[in-house]
């Protein structure tokens, strides 16, 4: 694995919310060390849902974000992505309150990460790729330990001694009238029972809900208190995911109707329409309303607010800046609520930030968006079926791609079936996530061609078993009965061409060793060698004949000259025969040889009648030359019938191995005028001397 990366932009933050929509936040947060985007995406679909995932790049910023978490939070490190896991490990368990750890190792180091870990507190080791169903169980686990770590450290009470504290001390009554120390405490103490119940009842109302108190009409508080920041405007706390939709402020403010419109007037006027927060003409209108509902001015202001919202909103979906226009749009909700136009604002708003969101590859994102439409309510159930259709299209394309990606690495690498990290289990994954898919067929054609391949390369080898394997690969891969028929025919003329292949190279082979006088010696490496292999392979070859005859003719020639030399010729003379010699010219030989008189055949008698054509002289080897050194070399060597010499060999040097070289050298290429005995040429030893003597200066 390596597999290669996706090309998937990376979020501030993914998770996927419950397909109904439902607005309750997962109780864990996932924090992804990683800086691969194809893990983040298959993270994200196991997850499902199941908790909010923050990815970051470095482990400062992991650690960073454990310390200032709140919740019970999950650690999960990409091994490839650290240096040293067992040391990043260990310093988030000692710096993470309450966090479960998960390491996510490549298959083939999985078990050396897993080692690495021993003895540590982290959850669990998995391998990646992910195995969706593995993975998300160990996930489950892993949050179920988080939250409760989470639930075993309880919340500091409240005492009553703080209630009391924070009530009034004890002063006059409405009518200043002081209270005497000997009246009973029972009311106070009732009192602050009252207020221990109603913060703890405030308290888990607030958790519960997992959001802020919606707030009241004017006339629920008798106090008037500051705006509340909008959501929008606040920095992300690290639990928020991209599935919560932007929302407006819709904070109330208490006041009287005029000092609110004159402050919504001075805010249109300095085009403050809805930041900043707390202080703006959306906040200002609507408090007005809210005090007076049949104010004429605060409705009317509401509407030219909406009406600027709605233009601020065309701006920035047509300047792609998606998140501005759906903060824009939530703005404009507040603004005119049971507008007409808002259907089709969050119909443009949603189509187009879906479609950013694709061309993006964000998919977890887009899924998002979807959700959010769904339960925004006035998107057609149709068109949230063709968007869900699309991204579901996408996650299988992207994991298609990942998966025929390493089923391609893995075929290059030549690791076709060897473990879990192969080109075949990576191919099985893509048949059960996707088999009808293009891509998917493609990628397992490929794979069955490389077994295919070798299949081949075993039968070119004569590795019948290997080849049985390799084919049995290629049908379990799906290749069709023609696909195999058709290698089959290949494999034939794959195996003919290697056939003619070896044969044209053993007459080449042959012809060499013909002309350099090798013809039976050595045993395996001369010209009778060679042809009698061609023989037995390719008896019909077509050169053959042609070899055969020209090394028959050279053993008779070979077996006349041993002949009138007194030697025995029975072996060339029975090799002749084998390579096809005409049976006359064999008995020539034999009768010309038992006409002569082999006593009368003198060896010195024919070695000084040699008569010598050409005796090109020694080449006086350099560094002899100049280390001034002299010498001497006897050599021996055979005078053929046609001339030649052969078999040339030193005897005597003086020095040895000076000028040994120089001396064979120059004796193979002398010529002598063939010595004929009876009519037939002869073979003659010879002995000599060549001396090498230094220049007279």
């Known amino acids: 694995m390596a597999s290669a990366p996706s090309t998937a932009p990376r979020s501030n933050a993914t998770a996927t919310s419950p397909a109904s929509g439902a607005s309750a936040r997962p109780a864990v947060d996932i924090t992804a060390l990683t800086t691969r985007d194809d893990f983040l995406l298959e993270l994200g679909q196991v997850l499902d849902g199941q908790a909010a995932v923050r990815p970051v790049d470095t482990v400062e910023a992991a650690l960073e974000g454990l310390e200032k978490a709140k919740r019970a939070q999950v650690l999960v490190i990409d091994a490839r992505a650290v240096p040293n896991v067992r040391a990043t490990v260990d310093t988030a368990l000692a710096r993470g309150a309450r966090v479960e750890v998960l390491v996510f190792a490549d298959g083939s180091a999985e078990k050396q990460v897993a080692a690495a870990l021993k003895g540590s507190k982290v959850f669990a080791v998995l391998p990646t790729p992910i195995d969706a169903r593995k993975t998300q169980a160990v996930l489950e686990g892993a949050i179920a330990e988080a939250t409760a770590a989470r639930a075993a450290v309880p919340a500091r009470p409240v005492t009553m001694a703080e209630v009391v504290g924070a009530l009034p001390p004890p002063a006059a009554a409405a009518g200043g009238t002081q209270r005497t120390p000997g009246r009973s405490k029972l009311p106070l103490i009732a009192l602050a029972?009252?207020?221990?119940?109603?913060?703890?009842?405030?308290?888990?109302?607030?958790?519960?809900?997992?959001?802020?108190?919606?707030?009241?009409?004017?006339?629920?508080?008798?106090?008037?208190?500051?705006?509340?920041?909008?959501?929008?405007?606040?920095?992300?706390?690290?639990?928020?995911?991209?599935?919560a939709a932007p929302v407006a402020d819709t904070s109330i403010l208490q006041g009287k109707v005029d000092d609110l419109l004159e402050k919504a007037r001075l805010a249109m006027h300095e085009r403050r329409f809805t930041e900043p927060s707390g202080d703006n003409a959306l906040l200002y209108y609507r408090s007005a309303v809210a005090a007076d509902p049949n104010n004429a001015e605060a409705r009317d202001g509401l509407a030219r607010v909406a009406g600027v919202l709605a233009s601020r909103f065309d701006e920035s979906l047509n300047a792609g800046r998606f998140d501005e226009a759906a903060q824009t749009l939530a703005n404009f909700k507040a603004a005119a609520p049971g507008d007409a136009r808002t259907a089709a604002l969050d119909q443009r708003y949603y189509a187009g930030a879906i479609a950013k969101s694709l061309a993006d590859g964000?998919?977890?994102?887009?899924?998002?968006?979807?959700?959010?439409?769904?339960?925004?309510?006035?998107?057609?159930?149709?068109?949230?079926?063709?968007?869900?259709?699309?991204?579901?299209?996408?996650?299988?394309?992207?994991?298609?791609?990942?998966?025929?990606?390493?089923?391609?690495?893995?075929?290059?690498?030549?690791?076709?079936?060897?473990?879990?990290?192969?080109?075949?289990?990576?191919?099985?994954?893509?048949?059960?996530?996707?088999?009808?898919?293009?891509?998917?067929?493609?990628?397992?054609?490929?794979?069955?061609?490389?077994?295919?391949?070798?299949?081949?390369?075993?039968?070119?080898?004569?590795?019948?078993?290997?080849?049985?394997?390799?084919?049995?690969?290629?049908?379990?891969?799906?290749?069709?009965?023609?696909?195999?028929?058709?290698?089959?025919?290949?494999?034939?003329?794959?195996?003919?061409?290697?056939?003619?292949?070896?044969?044209?190279?053993?007459?080449?082979?042959?012809?060499?060793?013909?002309?350099?006088?090798?013809?039976?010696?050595?045993?395996?490496?001369?010209?009778?060698?060679?042809?009698?292999?061609?023989?037995?392979?390719?008896?019909?070859?077509?050169?053959?004949?042609?070899?055969?005859?020209?090394?028959?003719?050279?053993?008779?020639?070979?077996?006349?000259?041993?002949l009138g030399?007194?030697?025995?010729?029975?072996?060339?003379?029975?090799?002749?025969?084998?390579?096809?010699?005409?049976?006359?010219?064999?008995?020539?030989?034999?009768?010309a040889a038992s006409a002569k008189s082999p006593a009368a055949v003198d060896p010195a008698t024919l070695t000084a009648s040699l008569k010598r054509l050409r005796a090109p002289p020694p080449d006086y080897p350099d560094q002899a030359l100049q280390k001034g050194v002299a010498g001497s070399v006897t050599l021996a060597f055979i005078v053929d019938g046609n001339g030649e010499t052969r078999d040339v060999h030193v005897v005597e040097a003086m020095p040895p191995g000076v000028f040994d070289r120089a001396a064979v050298a120059a004796v193979k290429h002398w010529r002598y005028a063939p010595i004929v005995v009876n009519g037939s040429a002869v073979e003659v030893p010879v002995k000599t001397i060549l001396r090498f003597e230094l220049p007279k200066k």
């Open 362 to 562: 964000n998919l977890d994102h887009a899924g998002a968006l979807v959700r959010q439409a769904q339960a925004a309510g006035d998107i057609g159930a149709d068109q949230i079926g063709k968007w869900r259709t699309d991204i579901g299209r996408r996650v299988e394309d992207a994991k298609v791609t990942h998966l025929s990606g390493l089923v391609e690495d893995r075929i290059r690498d030549g690791r076709l079936t060897d473990s879990d990290d192969s080109a075949k289990s990576y191919l099985a994954q893509l048949m059960t996530a996707a088999p009808a898919n293009p891509v998917t067929q493609h990628t397992q054609r490929e794979l069955g061609a490389a077994f295919l391949r070798k299949a081949r390369d075993a039968a070119l080898a004569k590795n019948g078993a290997d080849e049985e394997r390799w084919l049995a690969e290629a049908r379990n891969a799906g290749m069709k009965p023609a696909d195999i028929l058709a290698f089959q025919k290949d494999l034939t003329s794959a195996r003919q061409k290697a056939a003619q292949a070896e044969a044209d190279k053993a007459l080449q082979a042959a012809r060499d060793r013909i002309r350099d006088g090798r013809l039976t010696d050595p045993a395996q490496d001369s010209a009778a060698w060679y042809l009698g292999q061609l023989q037995t392979s390719d008896p019909a070859n077509a050169g053959l004949a042609e070899v055969s005859r020209d090394l028959a003719a050279h053993l008779l020639d070979r077996a006349r000259a041993s």
């Open 193 to 243: 029972v009252c207020a221990v119940v109603a913060v703890a009842g405030g308290a888990f109302w607030y958790l519960s809900q997992g959001r802020a108190p919606a707030s009241t009409p004017a006339a629920a508080s008798p106090v008037a208190a500051p705006a509340a920041p909008a959501a929008s405007a606040t920095p992300a706390a690290p639990e928020a995911t991209p599935e």
């Open 565 to 591: 030399a007194g030697r025995s010729a029975d072996a060339d003379l029975a090799a002749a025969r084998r390579f096809g010699a005409d049976p006359k010219d064999i008995a020539q030989v034999q009768q």
